[in-house]
């Protein structure tokens, strides 16, 4: 153990509105089984809107005095790269994104590509397997539960914790990322994470902010979910939440 503090703040920014979040919306909306996308997931790049979306989070960034900007770290997915790398530039900051797998998004195997429809309809069992678990527990074949990645996330959190000692970090990366890093840092509980997820839909390009003066002791969480930079621009905000029926039956 050195005694050096860890990070003393933490942004965690959702991607702008992707293509696969107009596609799955879209179909879902319409009651069909697939989420029409022509690529891997790694690869859904923005929208129009998302990418106008990143424009307006940077500007918020150029706001920040030099003093106040921060290491950016980045989900290797393609929206969140395209979005951290556009507001990044935009802001006026002399960084790179780093990229880091463990911000990914959450792994659906078998359910990938499928619609809350499509999955009743073509894998029953698994439907009910993940009434009956809830979405904390539930781990799709071939994909992850959130339970899992809560421990790649508690592992960035080490890093991170090494790696920018007395720094603040900007994390561009996805919804349920956002959520379960409130729950690793506040020390929720399954339930209230859950109830959390149930009323709460990460908006696209929102900032949420943890701050811990001085690198030690709790986490204090500042502001969720916020798109003030949005609005005031006239740029749309985007809503583009997952399954809210979560909780274990």
Same mark, same amino acid.
């Given at each position: ?16 509105? @992707?293509?696969?979040? !107009? ?16 690529? /891997? ?17 940077? /500007? ?18 393609? /929206? ?68 899992? !990645? ?56 929102? !900032? ?14 500042? @502001? ?26």
């Amino acid at each position: 153990m050195t005694g050096l503090p860890g990070m003393t703040e933490l942004l965690l920014v959702r991607h702008g509105e @992707s293509q696969g979040n !107009v596609a799955a919306t879209q179909a879902h909306r319409s009651g069909a089984y697939d989420i029409n996308v022509p690529a /891997r997931d790694a690869d859904v790049e923005l929208s129009d809107t998302g990418r106008g979306q990143a424009l307006a989070l940077g /500007r918020l960034l150029a706001e920040f005095p030099a003093d106040r900007r921060a290491a950016v770290w980045s989900s290797p997915y393609l /929206r969140a790269v395209q979005t951290a790398e556009l507001a990044v530039r935009t802001g006026g900051w002399q960084t790179s994104p780093l990229l880091d797998e463990r911000l990914r998004d959450r792994e659906l195997g078998i359910l990938d590509m499928l619609t809350s429809a499509g999955v009743e309809a073509r894998l029953p069992q698994e439907a009910e397997r993940r009434r009956w678990l809830g979405k904390f527990y539930y781990r799709p074949p071939g994909g992850e539960s959130w339970a899992d !990645v809560v421990l790649r996330l508690r592992s960035l959190v080490a890093d991170l914790d090494r790696l920018c000692s007395g720094q603040r970090v900007l994390l561009v990366c996805h919804d349920a990322v956002i959520l379960l890093f409130r729950y690793i840092l506040e020390g929720l509980t399954e339930g209230e994470l859950l109830d959390l997820a149930a009323a709460s839909a990460i908006l696209n390009a929102s !900032v949420t902010r943890f701050v811990r003066p001085g690198g030690t002791g709790p986490w204090h969480l500042e @502001s969720f979910n916020m798109a003030d930079h949005l609005m005031s621009e006239g740029v749309q905000v985007t809503e583009h939440a997952g399954d809210t029926n979560v909780h274990p039956r």
